[in-house]
């Protein structure tokens, strides 16, 4: 290929890169989540970043950083206390990338340095390509299972773009070893190195010498007939020695590409009228290049985002985080605000949180997969760019609400998160900035109306004296009238509620007592209390289920009334409504 | 003795002491406790979905029963949860047919086999109050504590079987095993406001203000929790609060001492 | 594991109102290990006030000072009736036996003496009762001396208007004055709750603040009334502490249900039967209740008790039916007529329901229905069908007993009380245990 | 005692139910003058003791086409007229197994030859709407029935009237006729709060006293033939079904239940009576409905009621059949012309739903005689809401406290829900009409003690805040709280048992208990008590009494 092309592609992916870099690297000063997020100014935080930084140099914790650097990042000592198969598997993609990259995208700069005579043709080079790749392949393979087998009923957090990263690598690596394939097969390649290296492309001179590449390094000769005759292999090896020796070994090692090779050899013919090297080269040059450009807005940018967060958390002073496997660290709102950002982009969705959450029964049951982690972590990030709440996506922005109000606060999935993000904190902040946008907690919402004016949004008819049958189904005791209809009106209840006992002065009061509650509902006016701050405010500390003279369950249709109303209410409720 | 240690969602995260100090103190006493991959027992969701809350809470009694274990808890809103998911299994059928549907889907089953117990109980009638008195080793004597009960272990009564819901006595009682004094106080039976501290804050405040107070008045020197959410919540009203501060401890820590356990094994 | 659990006594108390109390106090006091099933609601509805006997006979509505001379006026022309089966010497026991048990749990009563005590209500009319707690009995001598006197009542109590009484009895009682002043705490709420008052009285504060607002109000009053809303655990400092600051006695007037003496009441016999060991089941109810002749003992189906599988079951040896009657359920009505509500049994009740009510609410000679209940014999066991007791060891007290009304006699606590202690003299001769001594 | 006290006016009104106080409306707007005494309170007879049924005229297809179409007329105007009184619930007609198929088959046609929609309803669908109907149904139509508070319709009616000049005298019964010739010179009147007498001059007198107006005409000298027929109705605890829901076969007994609101009613009785005197339902009334009705709706069976109540139908003709059903439900008015009285009309007979017409066709009759020519406007006028008037309506005061709450309104009665305001705005009208009112008066206005604990709370309550706002003065608070209860206590009788009983018995406790008023006699006089002191003396065994 034209150097000129090579090296214009290479620059241009890779300002690209750093473009994209900045870009996301200044949304972790921009992007806001939590509501004291939004009295930091950018200028403080990045102050307060610097700052951090300079502080953490300063002192003793500095010390703390590399070794945080080999276990967190280098040997990932998180993933493997959560789960050793992934753990493997990532290791394989990260060593043979590595190792790939240097050894033989960076070869001009890196191996030449460091190996004299250094061919990509010749051993151990060529075995190590092909067992790089191999690794990579393994370890992707290995993560995907791992995902695969984590499945519950409800869908996993995933974004396209990873799968598209995915698809990527692959096609970078199934390339590479289709071209080396094709190389080794090639007769036009040894021609081309037989004129360059002997000085004749004459097929009868080179006799020999093709006898033995066609016998012992794969070359797909379509003329030359077989059995080949032992002498000429003798031959051509005098002739190899001198002329190729210094820069070829059998390619047998290149355990990948060389069995390839041989698949190929049929067609190598043809190939080689397509100038398949040529495109081949482009193909698997410019995938690289693509990968590189896209680098700052794939999961490929973990491998910026996950150290660094790992990093703080060996740097910054520690939060003690009782019954987690890990510490994580205790920062100022300025940087918090920062690390919340960084956070969304650190997130590999790797659903570990997910497997650990507490509440991933309720999830499931509520089939709601809001509640969990990972999918609360992509919420988050939409509410802050703003897509979460965008026309026609109310019922996701709903369940998002639903999931962030059910967490609870557990802590498993940010002791668990193998890049060390501090989700307890992000959920804290991501609650407040729903309730600002209008997605407060039921209680919250609720009372963003009067009893009275949820009673007349409910539109009730003639038939609003009887519970239908939905209603009965989540609240089967508020619906039989049998469970209250001994109720004396003595008023019990109320006089042992503390709820009403320390709401007795007017700007405090409660708008109804839980005799009146019961009253209503026998009175068939249950739509009245459905939105009451009685109800909501209830403490469910069960005095007057206790007390009640009749058996009465008082607390018990109370807390029936709360899920009646998160259904009922929740279906005549207008988003935005904020208390 | 052999029981499934159930957290909860709050222990772990925020009062790693009382799971320290109830391993300890159990320990000590020869209880075994077994760590299964119990999840939060339902109550969060009782607000949204009897169904849910009472499947969530199933599942957790069904993880022990898989084991063949009774499960203890030494959070008293868990046990309440747990035990009125039981109770409405118990009474309704349709509810039960759902929730079995569910836990088979995970390949679980329910049949109400495994007990639900509280960690105060589990003490004073399975260890029992003088065992217990027999080996303490360094007596809180002089010690004026006040029971924080906390309602969801008391009430219902029927439900929570705990102790005489109007007339407990079984904290007090040991209470005394450790030597300490238990002190009567007016609104020990009262709801810490806990549970409304997200629905309505300064409501909250009040109840858990009132309660600081009357023990104050009383003359208590510590209020003893058994409940996470108790015991949270008075360090939170009184963090950074200029009125009068109680201390507070948890009944494994007070124990704990009494029986000569070294603070460290006790969070302290 | 749990199945159903097994437990045994040798009483089992089935109702928790004020003789399901008496007798569980009565059981633990001779020795008995005693359960208590069922939750003491009923007691919710109790003034605090101990009657023993005030009326007899009710039609002729005739008041008597000395509740004995009263009972030896019953138990001469009415033997049925369950306080003519109790000699005086046991109530007198009886009576001195349950409030020193409640005084034991924090609630004082005035020495009981001979004659019955007269006392304000909340609407103005004149209660005739036997027993009165410290905290209301200095109105009795206000009321028999009707010196210069103040009532204070509280915006938004909306039971208790001191207006009323003041004005009721105006005319007879010329320095009878009254005021109405904010609860601290409480301004402008449209409605307190008296339980709700009686709890933030027992902070110092909110007594302070209260003492001072009446103060200034005294005047010339030798003596100052009040809702019954002077503390709830802590009644004694409260009442204690309003006189200290007042300087003059003062006396709690007894409200309608939620009433807070029924609280204080209801708790003191909790803590009081919680000392004595006596376990307890609220808020459950037999389900069933069977008897085996051989062993001797009964089996008690509980329901409403819950955890674990198959609920509770309790076997004891005796079984003391204190049920109540309709309000307490141990009496089911239904159109066709009155029936025992666990077992059964046969109850003594007027022909037709059109004979069960007056045709006047207030008919001097009170509803027939009333006088509805379980016979028994001399030994305090119900009649079954045959006419012979229903199980050798199943005995019934207080309000379900038939040929009373407790209602209008004025006769309720002492009913409860008497029935209970006789009763359970029964059970300890049975039970082979130690009479009452 | 002195002369009686004289006043004069153009018309006089007898009666206060719905058709005097509906007369005493059409007269004002028509600018006649007119006084209306009622001997007690208004609706205090059947008007105000009915199920509250506005008739589509359905009931009567069959036996009374005519009535029927005079019903669904009437019905069509008061929708329109007095829509504030008047709930549009729809009503269902309801066949179970073993009713008469043939009356169901011709039900339509009967229903479309009297101009009355009847729509068939298909039972799976009828019963999803309404769960407490019988799974034995066999046909169900739907008809448009309608509920109508007949006292807000009266207090309103009366309210405009006043306003128009017209005089309201309550608790005045009347007691004689001064006749004069073929004149009625005055009529005599009692008032039984001061026991004044008073002498009314009117020019016609419309004797409009319901089941009443046969002793009127016979104090008149002008007796006409009546019958009176009683109906008792039961109230239930808990609202049972949105809709009217009657029975689909000939009238008979329990063959409706009411919306009454937050409850249900269910009746009725028919029973032929000959006295008037202490009308109040019966244990064994209260069974037959219980038993009958719950075929059509089985949870009447095991539902609590919470009070019966009993009013008498003015039947007009006399009739033979036992029941007085087979006697029309037509009105009837009386010219008494003769009779040799060309100033006295009586009107009755007929019922809520033709009250309008009743007044209409009266007046007409009685301003012909006046010589006024202004034609009826009540079928044409809106009649205007009084804000102290709709106290009545079941399930409005706790809204009307939920909108209000905050301030400072206390609920006096817990069961309906009725704010002190409510009771203070009731009160104010009252007084300003000069009145004295009681306990009892705000009761009819408004639905204090009508909930379930019938007066026991509510009584307490509410003779508390009116004493502690000054109206209520001396003992006079207990007196009434005993005439409210003893009042309740009529219709709670013939329901107790079950939980009912219960909260009887709680009341008794609580006002005999505690209160002891049934011994307020002997107490208020505060003496000393009877037995002499001594206390083993044995007392003066009291005469009749002998010891065993």
């Given at each position: 290929?034209?150097?000129?092309?090579?090296?214009?592609a290479?620059?241009?992916?890779?300002?690209l890169?750093?473009?994209?870099?900045?870009?996301?690297?200044?949304?972790?000063?921009r992007?806001?989540?939590?509501p004291?997020?939004?009295?930091?100014t950018?200028?403080?935080?990045?102050?307060?970043?610097f700052?951090?930084?300079?502080?953490?140099?300063a002192?003793r914790r500095?010390?703390?950083i590399?070794?945080a650097?080999?276990?967190?990042?280098?040997?990932?000592?998180?993933?493997?206390?959560?789960e050793?198969?992934r753990?493997?598997g990532?290791?394989?993609?990260?060593?043979?990338?590595?190792?790939?990259?240097?050894?033989?995208?960076?070869?001009?700069?890196?191996?030449?340095?460091?190996?004299?005579?250094?061919?990509?043709?010749?051993?151990p080079?060529?075995?190590?390509?092909?067992?790089?790749?191999?690794?990579?392949?393994?370890?992707?393979?290995?993560?995907?299972?791992?995902?695969?087998?984590?499945?519950?009923?409800?869908?996993q957090?995933?974004?396209?773009?990873?799968?598209?990263?995915?698809?990527?690598?692959?096609?970078?690596?199934?390339?590479?070893?289709?071209?080396?394939?094709h190389?080794?097969?090639?007769?036009?390649?040894?021609?081309?190195?037989?004129?360059?290296?002997?000085?004749?492309?004459?097929?009868?001179?080179?006799?020999?010498?093709?006898?033995l590449?066609?016998?012992?390094?794969?070359?797909?000769?379509?003329d030359?007939?077989?059995?080949?005759?032992?002498?000429?292999?003798?031959?051509?090896?005098e002739?190899?020695?001198?002329?190729?020796?210094?820069?070829?070994?059998p390619?047998?090692?290149?355990?990948?590409?060389?069995?390839?090779?041989?698949?190929?050899?049929?067609?190598?013919?043809?190939?080689?009228?397509?100038?398949?090297?040529?495109?081949?080269l482009?193909?698997?040059?410019?995938?690289?290049?693509?990968g590189?450009?896209?680098?700052?807005?794939?999961?490929?940018?973990h491998?910026?985002?996950?150290?660094?967060?790992?990093?703080?958390n060996?740097a910054?002073?520690?939060?003690?985080?009782?019954?987690?496997?890990?510490p994580?660290?205790?920062?100022?709102?300025?940087?918090?605000?920062s690390?919340?950002?960084?956070?969304l982009?650190?997130c590999?969705?790797c659903?570990?949180?997910?497997?650990?959450c507490?509440?991933?029964p309720?999830?499931?049951?509520?089939?709601?997969?809001?509640?969990?982690?990972?999918?609360?972590?992509?919420?988050?990030?939409a509410?802050a760019?703003?897509?979460?709440?965008?026309?026609?996506?109310?019922?996701?922005?709903?369940?998002?609400?639903?999931?962030?109000?059910?967490?609870?606060?557990?802590?498993?999935?940010t002791?668990?998160?193998?890049?060390?993000?501090?989700?307890?904190?992000?959920w804290?902040?991501?609650r407040?900035?729903?309730?600002?946008?209008?997605?407060?907690?039921?209680?919250?919402?609720?009372?963003?109306?009067a009893?009275?004016?949820?009673?007349?949004?409910?539109?009730?008819?003639?038939?609003?004296?009887?519970?239908?049958?939905?209603?009965?189904?989540?609240?089967?005791?508020?619906?039989?009238?049998?469970?209250?209809?001994?109720?004396?009106?003595?008023?019990?209840?109320?006089?042992?509620?503390?709820?009403?006992?320390?709401?007795?002065?007017?700007?405090?009061?409660?708008?109804?007592?839980?005799?009146?509650?019961?009253?209503?509902?026998?009175?068939?006016?249950?739509?009245?209390?459905?939105?009451?701050?009685?109800?909501?405010?209830?403490?469910?500390?069960?005095?007057?289920?206790?007390?009640?003279?009749?058996?009465?369950?008082?607390?018990?249709?109370?807390?029936?009334?709360?899920?009646l109303?998160?259904?009922?209410?929740?279906?005549v409720?207008?988003l935005?409504?904020?208390? | 003795?052999?029981?499934?240690?159930?957290?909860?969602?709050?222990?772990?995260s925020?009062?790693?002491?009382?799971?320290?100090?109830?391993?300890a103190v159990?320990?000590?006493?020869?209880?075994?406790?077994?760590?299964?991959?119990?999840?939060?027992?339902?109550?969060?969701?009782?607000?949204?979905?009897?169904?849910?809350?009472?499947?969530?809470?199933?599942?957790n009694?069904?993880?022990?029963?898989?084991?063949?274990l009774?499960?203890?808890?030494?959070?008293?809103?868990?046990?309440?949860?747990?035990r009125?998911?039981?109770?409405?299994?118990?009474?309704?059928?349709?509810?039960?047919?759902?929730?079995?549907?569910a836990?088979?889907?995970?390949?679980?089953?329910?049949?109400?086999t495994?007990a639900?117990?509280?960690?105060?109980?589990?003490?004073?009638?399975?260890?029992g109050?003088?065992?217990?008195?027999?080996?303490?080793?360094?007596?809180?004597?002089?010690?004026?504590?006040a029971?924080?009960?906390?309602?969801?272990?008391?009430?219902?009564?029927?439900?929570?079987?705990?102790?005489?819901?109007?007339?407990?006595?079984?904290?007090?009682?040991?209470?005394r095993?450790?030597?300490?004094?238990?002190?009567?106080?007016?609104?020990?039976?009262?709801?810490?406001?806990?549970?409304?501290?997200?629905?309505?804050?300064?409501l909250?405040?009040?109840?858990?203000?009132?309660?600081?107070?009357?023990?104050?008045?009383?003359?208590?020197?510590?209020?003893?929790?058994?409940?996470?959410h108790c015991?949270?919540?008075?360090?939170?009203?009184?963090?950074?609060?200029?009125e009068?501060?109680?201390?507070?401890?948890?009944?494994?820590q007070?124990?704990?001492?009494?029986?000569?356990?070294?603070s460290?094994?006790?969070?302290? | 594991?749990?199945?159903a659990?097994?437990?045994s006594?040798?009483?089992?108390?089935?109702?928790?109102?004020?003789?399901?109390?008496?007798?569980?106090?009565?059981?633990?006091?001779?020795g008995?290990?005693?359960?208590?099933?069922?939750?003491?609601?009923?007691?919710?509805?109790?003034?605090?006030?101990?009657?023993?006997?005030?009326?007899?006979?009710?039609?002729?509505?005739?008041l008597?000072?000395?509740?004995?001379?009263?009972?030896?006026?019953?138990?001469?022309?009415q033997?049925?009736?369950?306080?003519a089966?109790?000699?005086?010497?046991?109530?007198?026991?009886?009576?001195?036996?349950?409030?020193?048990?409640?005084?034991?749990a924090?609630?004082?009563?005035?020495?009981?003496?001979?004659?019955?005590?007269?006392?304000?209500?909340?609407i103005?009319?004149?209660?005739?009762?036997?027993?009165?707690?410290?905290?209301?009995?200095?109105?009795?001598?206000?009321?028999?001396?009707?010196?210069?006197?103040?009532?204070?009542?509280?915006?938004?109590?909306?039971e208790?208007?001191?207006?009323?009484i003041?004005?009721?009895l105006?005319?007879?009682?010329?320095?009878?004055?009254?005021?109405?002043?904010?609860?601290?705490?409480?301004?402008?709420?449209?409605?307190?709750?008296?339980?709700?008052?009686?709890?933030?009285?027992?902070?110092?504060?909110?007594?302070?603040?209260?003492?001072?607002?009446?103060?200034?109000?005294?005047?010339d009053?030798?003596?100052?009334?009040?809702?019954?809303v002077?503390?709830?655990?802590?009644?004694?400092?409260?009442?204690?502490?309003?006189?200290?600051?007042?300087?003059?006695?003062?006396?709690?007037?007894?409200?309608?249900?939620?009433?807070?003496?029924?609280?204080?009441?209801?708790?003191a016999?909790?803590?009081?039967?919680?000392?004595?060991g006596?376990?307890?089941?609220?808020?459950?109810?037999?389900?069933?209740?069977?008897?085996?002749?051989?062993?001797?003992?009964?089996?008690?189906?509980?329901?409403?008790?819950?955890?674990?599988?198959?609920?509770?079951?309790v076997?004891?040896?005796?079984?003391?039916l204190?049920?109540?009657?309709?309000?307490?359920?141990?009496?089911?009505?239904?159109?066709?007529?009155?029936?025992e509500?666990?077992l059964?049994?046969?109850?003594?009740?007027?022909g037709s329901?059109?004979a069960?009510h007056?045709?006047?609410?207030?008919?001097?000679?009170?509803?027939?229905?009333?006088?509805?209940?379980?016979?028994?014999?001399?030994?305090?066991?119900?009649?079954?069908?045959?006419?012979?007791?229903?199980?050798?060891?199943?005995?019934?007290?207080g309000?379900?007993?038939?040929?009373?009304?407790w209602?209008?006699?004025?006769?309720g606590?002492?009913?409860a009380?008497a029935t209970?202690?006789?009763?359970?003299?029964?059970?300890?001769?049975?039970?082979?245990?130690?009479?009452?001594? | 005692?002195?002369?009686?006290?004289?006043?004069?006016?153009?018309?006089?009104?007898?009666?206060?139910?719905v058709?005097?106080?509906?007369?005493?409306?059409?007269f004002?707007?028509?600018?006649?003058?007119?006084i209306?005494?009622?001997?007690d309170?208004?609706?205090?007879?059947?008007?105000?003791?009915?199920?509250?049924l506005?008739h589509?005229?359905a009931?009567?297809?069959?036996?009374d086409?005519?009535?029927?179409?005079?019903?669904?007329?009437e019905?069509?105007?008061?929708?329109?007229?007095?829509?504030q009184?008047?709930?549009?619930?729809?009503?269902?007609?309801?066949a179970?197994?073993?009713?008469?198929?043939?009356y169901?088959?011709?039900?339509?046609?009967?229903c479309?030859?009297?101009?009355i929609?009847?729509?068939?309803?298909?039972?799976?669908?009828?019963?999803?709407?309404?769960?407490?109907?019988?799974?034995?149904?066999?046909?169900?139509?739907?008809?448009?029935?309608?509920?109508?508070?007949?006292?807000?319709?009266?207090?309103?009616?009366?309210?405009?009237?006043?306003?128009?000049?017209?005089?309201?005298?309550?608790r005045?019964?009347?007691?004689?006729?001064?006749?004069?010739?073929?004149?009625?010179?005055?009529?005599r009147?009692?008032?039984?709060?001061?026991?004044?007498?008073l002498?009314?001059?009117?020019?016609?007198?419309?004797?409009?006293?319901?089941?009443?107006?046969?002793?009127?005409?016979?104090?008149?000298?002008?007796?006409?033939?009546?019958?009176?027929?009683?109906?008792?109705?039961?109230?239930?605890?808990?609202?049972?079904?949105?809709?009217?829901?009657?029975?689909?076969?000939?009238?008979?007994?329990?063959?409706?239940m009411?919306?009454?609101?937050?409850?249900?009613?269910?009746?009725?009785?028919?029973?032929?009576?000959?006295?008037?005197?202490?009308?109040?339902?019966?244990?064994?009334e209260?069974?037959?409905?219980v038993a009958?009705?719950?075929?059509?709706?089985?949870a009447?069976?095991?539902?609590r009621?919470?009070?019966?109540?009993?009013?008498?139908?003015p039947?007009?003709?006399?009739?033979?059949?036992?029941?007085?059903?087979?006697?029309?439900?037509?009105?009837?008015l009386?010219?008494?012309?003769?009779?040799?009285?060309?100033?006295?009309?009586?009107i009755?007979?007929?019922?809520?739903?033709?009250?309008?017409?009743m007044?209409?066709?009266?007046?007409?009759?009685?301003?012909?005689?006046?010589g006024?020519?202004?034609?009826?406007?009540?079928?044409?006028?809106?009649?205007?809401?009084?804000?102290?008037?709709?106290?009545?309506?079941?399930?409005?005061?706790?809204?009307?406290?939920?909108?209000?709450?905050?301030?400072?309104?206390?609920?006096?009665?817990?069961?309906?829900?009725?704010?002190?305001?409510?009771?203070?705005?009731i009160?104010?009208?009252?007084?300003?009409?000069?009145?004295?009112?009681?306990?009892?008066?705000?009761?009819?206005?408004?639905?204090?003690?009508?909930?379930?604990?019938?007066?026991?709370?509510?009584?307490?309550?509410?003779?508390?805040?009116?004493?502690?706002?000054?109206?209520?003065?001396?003992?006079?608070?207990?007196?009434?709280?005993?005439?409210?209860?003893?009042?309740?206590?009529?219709?709670?009788r013939?329901?107790?048992?079950g939980?009912?009983?219960?909260?009887?018995?709680?009341?008794?406790?609580?006002?005999?208990?505690?209160?002891?008023?049934?011994?307020?006699?002997?107490?208020?006089?505060g003496?000393e008590?009877?037995d002499?002191?001594?206390p083993?003396?044995?007392?003066a065994?009291?005469?009749?009494?002998?010891?065993?």
């Amino acid at each position: 290929m034209s150097p000129m092309i090579f090296q214009t592609a290479l620059y241009a992916s890779l300002v690209l890169c750093a473009l994209g870099l900045a870009w996301r690297v200044s949304a972790w000063f921009r992007v806001r989540v939590g509501p004291d997020a939004r009295a930091v100014t950018l200028s403080r935080r990045v102050a307060a970043v610097f700052q951090g930084i300079a502080a953490t140099l300063a002192s003793r914790r500095v010390f703390q950083i590399p070794g945080a650097f080999v276990l967190d990042v280098l040997l990932q000592r998180r993933l493997f206390a959560n789960e050793k198969l992934r753990w493997f598997g990532h290791l394989l993609v990260v060593v043979g990338f590595t190792l790939l990259l240097l050894m033989h995208a960076l070869w001009a700069s890196v191996t030449v340095k460091l190996f004299q005579g250094y061919q990509p043709t010749l051993d151990p080079y060529l075995f190590l390509r092909n067992l790089f790749g191999t690794m990579i392949l393994v370890g992707v393979a290995l993560l995907l299972y791992g995902r695969w087998r984590r499945r519950t009923g409800l869908p996993q957090a995933r974004r396209r773009i990873d799968a598209a990263f995915v698809a990527l690598l692959a096609f970078v690596l199934v390339t590479g070893f289709l071209l080396e394939a094709h190389k080794i097969a090639s007769p036009r390649a040894f021609y081309r190195m037989a004129e360059q290296f002997i000085g004749t492309t004459d097929a009868e001179k080179l006799m020999p010498l093709r006898a033995l590449w066609a016998s012992e390094f794969g070359v797909a000769f379509a003329d030359l007939k077989t059995p080949i005759a032992p002498h000429l292999v003798q031959q051509g090896r005098e002739l190899h020695r001198d002329a190729c020796a210094f820069c070829h070994t059998p390619p047998a090692s290149a355990f990948v590409s060389y069995p390839v090779a041989q698949i190929l050899a049929p067609v190598s013919g043809l190939l080689d009228q397509v100038r398949a090297d040529i495109w081949l080269l482009y193909l698997h040059v410019f995938a690289c290049f693509l990968g590189l450009a896209s680098l700052p807005f794939t999961l490929f940018f973990h491998v910026v985002t996950a150290p660094i967060s790992l990093l703080v958390n060996a740097a910054a002073p520690q939060r003690e985080l009782p019954g987690q496997t890990f510490p994580t660290p205790t920062l100022s709102s300025a940087v918090r605000a920062s690390r919340r950002a960084l956070a969304l982009d650190a997130c590999v969705r790797c659903g570990i949180c997910d497997m650990r959450c507490s509440v991933a029964p309720l999830a499931r049951y509520l089939g709601n997969p809001g509640l969990l982690p990972a999918h609360m972590l992509q919420a988050t990030a939409a509410l802050a760019d703003g897509s979460l709440l965008r026309p026609g996506r109310e019922a996701g922005a709903l369940r998002a609400a639903e999931g962030a109000f059910l967490c609870t606060d557990c802590g498993r999935c940010t002791s668990r998160c193998p890049v060390g993000l501090d989700l307890a904190d992000l959920w804290e902040a991501a609650r407040g900035d729903l309730a600002a946008a209008g997605l407060p907690a039921p209680a919250q919402w609720v009372q963003a109306r009067a009893a009275l004016a949820w009673a007349e949004s409910l539109e009730a008819g003639p038939g609003q004296y009887i519970f239908s049958a939905a209603d009965a189904w989540s609240a089967p005791l508020s619906a039989d009238r049998r469970t209250f209809s001994r109720c004396v009106q003595c008023q019990t209840c109320t006089n042992v509620c503390p709820v009403v006992a320390h709401s007795i002065d007017s700007e405090h009061g409660v708008d109804l007592t839980p005799q009146k509650v019961m009253n209503l509902l026998r009175l068939g006016l249950g739509d009245l209390t459905l939105g009451s701050r009685m109800v909501w405010d209830c403490a469910s500390c069960y005095q007057c289920q206790e007390h009640c003279p009749e058996g009465i369950r008082v607390a018990d249709i109370m807390l029936e009334l709360r899920a009646l109303a998160v259904h009922r209410l929740g279906a005549v409720r207008s988003l935005g409504e904020r208390s | 003795m052999k029981y499934a240690l159930f957290l909860g969602c709050k222990i772990p995260s925020r009062l790693p002491a009382y799971a320290a100090s109830t391993r300890a103190v159990l320990g000590h006493l020869g209880v075994t406790l077994v760590d299964l991959e119990f999840d939060c027992c339902g109550y969060p969701a009782r607000d949204v979905s009897r169904d849910a809350f009472v499947f969530a809470a199933a599942r957790n009694l069904a993880l022990a029963e898989r084991a063949g274990l009774d499960l203890l808890t030494p959070c008293t809103c868990c046990f309440g949860t747990l035990r009125h998911a039981l109770r409405f299994l118990g009474e309704d059928a349709q509810l039960r047919a759902r929730v079995t549907q569910a836990l088979a889907a995970e390949g679980l089953a329910w049949s109400g086999t495994s007990a639900v117990e509280h960690l105060l109980p589990l003490l004073a009638r399975k260890v029992g109050v003088d065992a217990l008195a027999a080996a303490v080793r360094a007596p809180r004597t002089g010690l004026r504590v006040a029971a924080q009960y906390g309602c969801h272990a008391l009430r219902p009564s029927n439900v929570a079987r705990f102790d005489n819901p109007l007339a407990p006595t079984i904290f007090e009682s040991l209470i005394r095993a450790t030597g300490a004094t238990p002190v009567d106080w007016p609104r020990r039976l009262d709801c810490c406001g806990d549970p409304l501290h997200q629905a309505n804050a300064p409501l909250s405040g009040r109840m858990t203000r009132a309660k600081i107070a009357d023990a104050l008045e009383s003359g208590a020197e510590t209020i003893c929790t058994a409940c996470p959410h108790c015991h949270l919540r008075f360090d939170a009203v009184q963090a950074g609060s200029p009125e009068p501060s109680i201390r507070t401890l948890l009944y494994t820590q007070l124990l704990g001492l009494a029986l000569g356990l070294p603070s460290k094994s006790l969070g302290l | 594991m749990t199945g159903a659990r097994r437990d045994s006594f040798d009483v089992a108390v089935i109702g928790a109102g004020m003789a399901g109390m008496a007798a569980a106090l009565f059981a633990a006091e001779r020795g008995l290990s005693c359960i208590q099933i069922g939750n003491g609601g009923s007691l919710l509805f109790a003034s605090g006030l101990l009657d023993l006997l005030g009326v007899h006979p009710v039609a002729e509505r005739r008041l008597w000072q000395s509740p004995y001379a009263a009972l030896a006026a019953l138990a001469r022309e009415q033997p049925l009736h369950p306080l003519a089966r109790v000699d005086a010497h046991s109530i007198r026991a009886a009576f001195e036996s349950f409030v020193t048990a409640l005084a034991a749990a924090g609630l004082a009563y005035a020495p009981l003496g001979e004659r019955n005590r007269k006392l304000l209500t909340s609407i103005g009319t004149i209660k005739t009762t036997f027993g009165v707690p410290l905290s209301m009995v200095a109105g009795t001598g206000v009321l028999d001396a009707r010196p210069p006197c103040l009532l204070v009542d509280f915006r938004g109590l909306r039971e208790f208007s001191a207006a009323q009484i003041a004005a009721t009895l105006g005319r007879s009682w010329p320095g009878l004055r009254h005021q109405r002043i904010e609860f601290p705490g409480c301004e402008g709420a449209p409605e307190l709750y008296a339980a709700h008052l009686a709890r933030a009285l027992e902070t110092r504060e909110t007594r302070a603040r209260t003492v001072a607002l009446v103060q200034p109000l005294l005047g010339d009053a030798q003596a100052v009334g009040f809702p019954a809303v002077l503390g709830l655990a802590r009644a004694r400092e409260v009442h204690a502490a309003f006189e200290a600051g007042l300087g003059v006695p003062v006396f709690e007037i007894p409200t309608m249900p939620t009433s807070v003496p029924g609280l204080r009441l209801l708790s003191a016999l909790e803590a009081m039967l919680s000392a004595r060991g006596v376990r307890r089941r609220h808020q459950a109810s037999v389900r069933a209740l069977a008897f085996d002749a051989h062993a001797g003992t009964a089996t008690l189906e509980l329901e409403g008790i819950s955890g674990g599988a198959g609920g509770e079951r309790v076997f004891a040896r005796a079984v003391v039916l204190a049920t109540g009657r309709f309000t307490g359920r141990g009496l089911t009505a239904d159109r066709g007529g009155v029936r025992e509500s666990i077992l059964g049994l046969p109850v003594h009740q007027p022909g037709s329901r059109e004979a069960w009510h007056q045709r006047d609410f207030l008919d001097p000679s009170g509803h027939a229905i009333n006088r509805a209940g379980l016979e028994i014999d001399d030994a305090w066991r119900p009649l079954g069908a045959s006419g012979k007791p229903a199980w050798p060891r199943l005995y019934a007290v207080g309000s379900i007993l038939a040929h009373q009304d407790w209602m209008r006699s004025k006769c309720g606590s002492g009913l409860a009380i008497a029935t209970a202690w006789a009763a359970m003299d029964q059970v300890a001769l049975a039970l082979g245990g130690t009479g009452a001594g | 005692m002195n002369s009686p006290s004289l006043i004069q006016t153009q018309v006089l009104i007898i009666g206060g139910g719905v058709t005097g106080t509906a007369l005493a409306r059409d007269f004002a707007l028509r600018g006649v003058a007119c006084i209306l005494v009622e001997k007690d309170d208004i609706n205090a007879g059947a008007s105000g003791r009915n199920h509250g049924l506005l008739h589509s005229g359905a009931r009567y297809v069959a036996g009374d086409r005519a009535a029927a179409m005079e019903c669904r007329a009437e019905g069509d105007i008061l929708k329109r007229m007095a829509a504030q009184t008047i709930q549009d619930t729809g009503g269902y007609f309801v066949a179970v197994e073993g009713d008469d198929e043939r009356y169901v088959a011709d039900f339509p046609s009967l229903c479309a030859r009297a101009g009355i929609s009847a729509r068939a309803v298909d039972i799976a669908a009828a019963r999803a709407l309404e769960p407490a109907l019988s799974q034995r149904t066999i046909a169900v139509f739907e008809v448009p029935d309608a509920s109508i508070d007949p006292f807000r319709l009266s207090l309103e009616s009366m309210a405009q009237a006043r306003s128009l000049g017209a005089r309201l005298l309550r608790r005045s019964r009347v007691i004689g006729f001064e006749r004069e010739g073929s004149r009625i010179r005055a009529v005599r009147v009692l008032s039984q709060a001061g026991g004044e007498e008073l002498r009314i001059e009117a020019a016609q007198v419309v004797n409009a006293a319901g089941a009443w107006a046969r002793e009127v005409c016979l104090l008149a000298g002008a007796p006409i033939g009546m019958t009176y027929s009683k109906g008792t109705l039961l109230v239930t605890h808990e609202r049972l079904a949105g809709r009217v829901v009657n029975r689909l076969r000939p009238p008979s007994n329990a063959d409706i239940m009411m919306p009454g609101g937050t409850v249900s009613i269910v009746g009725t009785t028919s029973t032929r009576v000959d006295a008037l005197d202490d009308i109040r339902p019966t244990t064994a009334e209260a069974d037959l409905i219980v038993a009958e009705a719950a075929r059509m709706l089985p949870a009447l069976a095991t539902m609590r009621y919470i009070r019966a109540y009993a009013g008498v139908r003015p039947l007009v003709g006399t009739a033979d059949a036992a029941d007085g059903r087979a006697v029309s439900r037509g009105f009837a008015l009386f010219d008494h012309e003769d009779q040799g009285l060309d100033n006295l009309a009586t009107i009755t007979g007929g019922k809520l739903t033709t009250c309008r017409l009743m007044a209409e066709r009266a007046a007409d009759l009685v301003c012909r005689r006046l010589g006024v020519i202004r034609p009826c406007l009540t079928a044409a006028t809106p009649l205007p809401v009084a804000a102290e008037c709709a106290w009545t309506e079941p399930g409005r005061s706790p809204r009307v406290w939920m909108r209000s709450h905050g301030l400072e309104d206390p609920l006096l009665c817990e069961c309906e829900m009725v704010s002190g305001s409510a009771v203070d705005a009731i009160y104010a009208a009252l007084r300003s009409a000069g009145d004295t009112p009681t306990l009892t008066d705000i009761g009819l206005r408004s639905r204090v003690g009508k909930g379930a604990c019938q007066g026991a709370f509510c009584a307490v309550r509410t003779a508390a805040h009116f004493y502690s706002r000054g109206d209520f003065q001396a003992s006079r608070g207990i007196d009434e709280i005993v005439d409210f209860i003893g009042e309740r206590w009529r219709g709670q009788r013939a329901v107790l048992w079950g939980e009912q009983l219960a909260q009887a018995e709680l009341m008794e406790a609580l006002h005999c208990g505690l209160f002891g008023e049934e011994l307020r006699g002997e107490e208020l006089r505060g003496e000393e008590l009877r037995d002499a002191g001594v206390p083993d003396a044995p007392p003066a065994a009291p005469a009749g009494e002998v010891s065993p």
